[in-house]
């Protein structure tokens, strides 16, 4: 070709073609959308079709929880501690309102809400608004479910007694979960089972019930019935804080048992800065005077002592082969084993121990109770501390025969000298009587159980006896009555600090007995943290003993058989027994006067003059409803307590007749 010719031009063959690859690219993103829309509608409907399925019923339907009622929990005669209650929270949608004006008068009326503060809660310029406080079921049944009203069920938990036996009931925090005491003990028992109900929405999406929906009714909890005796419960505590008050003790702790059972009838704690768990079951200590009477035990038991035996009493001071100075708080000559028991005699104790092996003395205290829990039915429980044989040093069976070297919870002494009350039987504790379902059913009820026996009885009667001498004219005369025999034992102890070492000046103060001592129906235990002043436990702890004795006569608690006191009781002026010739405590000052009960004709006959059945009430007006309560109990009369602080008013009133051994309610200023 010559360098003449043109090329032909190819600009229509060059169009066409990219026509063509916008055809193919046009296709090729179809058949990519179509598949992508195929494969979402495989996705959708043959994995995921169950869910969306569901999310849209969910559209139409609303699940609604039903909360189950927590169980109550009451005193052994039905007195309620613990209760749950049924309040409302209302929120109010003001554009959902028909009548604003009419709702508005409403509110004003049934919530006794002001009328500004009404029109305030219907202002449309606000969506929503939620009303402080709770509300009653009386409150919502008169307001009605009126359109634009949403309530909130609310289940509460609160206390009627107020702050009496808290430490033994515990709490339930905001988010329903038990918190101590005996409502985390038995959770299980008392929260129930929740349900639950499905209601309709409509297209506005307001809720409707419909039968076609399923439910699943809550399942209230069960109700416990304690060993607890509200009475006597509310006598411990105003006795133990009176004693607090008047020692200075930093705090303390009071027990009273029912020796036969073991039933706890009443268990107050107090602590420097408030408390929250029943001290008395878990902090341990070293209990000092009041462990003599098991080590007497076991050297009877054994046969290794008898109680006429003598040793002498040092004039006051020994050292023994260990080069241990022992001293008592008087100087004795010649001591008997009982003598020296009633008079709380340290060396005398020391003298007797090389007759007991270690495994004896070992053997008798764990066989008490002592050195293991002692099983009560409570979150947590101190098990104490009691070296076995093994760890022993060679001072250690005089520590413990004076008792040292142990450290015991107020619990395990207690039911150690119950064991002692009842003939030598140790028994377990129990905090819960009875279950019984939400409809009155009874479920469980728990019998009393024996761990073992420890002691024959005619060894439990002989340190029965000598604890009786205590009280009339050893260590702990301070609590005694002149109506009743009291048995029991003091004890003095140094206390240890956070070191570990025994702190200047600080003691246990403590007294443990049982009432009356012929035939117990009460085991009581009074410990003192750090008294000030006269810190001995015969000055201190035991005349919290008959001061509580004195009140649970007085208030006639349903917790004691009258009749069986009646036999119990002392010829009038009876003079008192001694078994030697020497005392540590001076007699009481004064007598507590003379007791006397109506339940019966016998008992209104056993005491002269005869009380009036009726008395008038007093005016306690404006008196802290512990000083009105203890008032009132000196009357004979039973007490339940509404709200806190100063006393604003009683039912019935002030100046209005009352029988003896009926109940009067005291209302508190806060309620």
Do not use: C
């Not at 289940?155 to 038990?178: I, K, N, S, T």
């Not at 728990?446 to 439990?460: H, K, M, Q």
């Not at 012929?518 to 000055?539: A, K, N």
Request: net charge positive; glycine share 10%; hydrophobic share 40%.
């Amino acid at each position: 070709m010559s360098t003449g010719e043109k090329l032909p031009v190819r600009v229509g063959w060059d169009s066409e073609e990219r026509l063509r690859n916008r055809r193919r690219l046009l296709v090729a993103s179809i058949l990519l959308a179509a598949g992508l829309v195929v494969g979402r509608s495989v996705q959708l409907q043959g994995f995921e079709g169950k869910q969306w399925k569901q999310a849209a019923a969910d559209q139409h339907q609303a699940r609604v929880p039903l909360p189950a009622r927590r169980g109550a929990i009451l005193d052994r005669d039905g007195v309620p501690l613990a209760l749950t209650r049924e309040t409302f929270g209302l929120s109010i949608a003001p554009n959902e309102l028909r009548d604003r004006d009419e709702t508005a008068a409403r509110l004003s009326d049934a919530l006794d809400l002001t009328r500004a503060a009404a029109r305030r809660a219907t202002d449309p310029r606000r969506k929503w608004i939620v009303l402080p406080g709770r509300f009653t079921a009386d409150q919502r049944r008169a307001l009605g479910d009126a359109r634009g009203l949403h309530w909130e069920r609310r289940l509460e938990r609160f206390y009627p007694q107020g702050r009496v036996g808290r430490e033994v009931l515990g709490g339930v925090g905001a988010d329903g979960r038990a918190q101590g005491g005996m409502e985390q003990a038995l959770d299980e028992m008392l929260r129930g089972r929740d349900g639950y109900s499905i209601l309709r929405r409509d297209a506005r999406g307001k809720q409707m019930a419909s039968v076609a929906l399923p439910a699943v009714e809550a399942t209230d909890g069960n109700d416990v019935y304690l060993t607890i005796d509200f009475d006597l419960q509310e006598i411990a505590d105003a006795a133990l804080q009176q004693a607090i008050d008047s020692t200075n003790a930093s705090g303390g702790d009071l027990l009273l048992l029912d020796p036969r059972t073991g039933e706890i009838l009443a268990a107050v704690s107090k602590r420097a800065g408030g408390v929250r768990d029943v001290g008395a079951f878990i902090e341990p200590y070293e209990p000092g005077s009041v462990l003599k009477p098991f080590f007497v035990s076991t050297l009877l038991a054994t046969g290794r002592a008898r109680m006429e035996e003598r040793v002498s009493g040092e004039g006051g001071r020994w050292t023994d082969p260990n080069g241990r100075v022992h001293t008592d708080v008087h100087p004795y000559d010649m001591l008997t084993l009982r003598d020296a028991l009633r008079v709380s005699s340290n060396i005398g104790m020391v003298k007797f121990a090389p007759r007991l092996s270690p495994g004896q003395q070992f053997g008798y205290l764990r066989d008490f109770g002592f050195g293991t829990p002692a099983g009560v039915e409570y979150p947590v429980e101190s098990g104490g501390r009691l070296p076995r044989p093994d760890r022993w040093s060679r001072m250690t069976s005089s520590s413990l025969a004076t008792g040292y070297e142990v450290s015991v919870t107020p619990l395990q002494l207690a039911l150690a000298y119950g064991a002692l009350a009842n003939g030598g039987s140790l028994m377990e504790p129990r905090l819960v009587r009875e279950v019984r379902a939400s409809g009155g059913r009874t479920l469980e009820r728990r019998e009393p159980r024996e761990v073992r026996r420890v002691v024959p009885r005619n060894v439990a009667t002989q340190i029965r006896d000598v604890l009786v001498s205590v009280v009339e004219d050893g260590t702990a005369t301070r609590a005694s009555l002149s109506t009743f025999e009291v048995a029991g034992k003091t004890g003095t102890a140094r206390r240890t600090g956070a070191n570990g070492r025994y702190e200047a000046g600080a003691y246990n103060a403590t007294f443990v007995g049982f009432f009356p001592a012929r035939d117990p129906q009460l085991t009581i235990l009074v410990r003192l943290d750090r008294p000030q002043g006269d810190y001995y436990g015969g000055l201190t702890a035991a005349p919290v003993t008959r001061e509580t004795l004195q009140a649970i006569l007085a208030a006639r608690s349903p917790g004691l058989d009258r009749r069986a006191l009646l036999a119990t009781r002392l010829p009038a002026q009876a003079p008192p027994s001694k078994t030697g010739d020497t005392r540590s405590d001076p007699p009481p000052a004064g007598a507590e006067g003379v007791y006397v009960f109506v339940s019966t004709e016998e008992l209104r006959k056993a005491a002269e003059p005869p009380p009036a059945d009726v008395v008038p009430v007093p005016d306690v007006s404006g008196l802290p409803l512990r000083d009105a309560a203890r008032r009132l109990h000196a009357l004979g009369v039973r007490v339940r307590v509404q709200g806190s602080g100063a006393v604003r008013s009683t039912q019935p009133a002030a100046g209005q007749p009352v029988a003896r051994g009926d109940t009067l309610l005291i209302v508190g200023e806060s309620r």
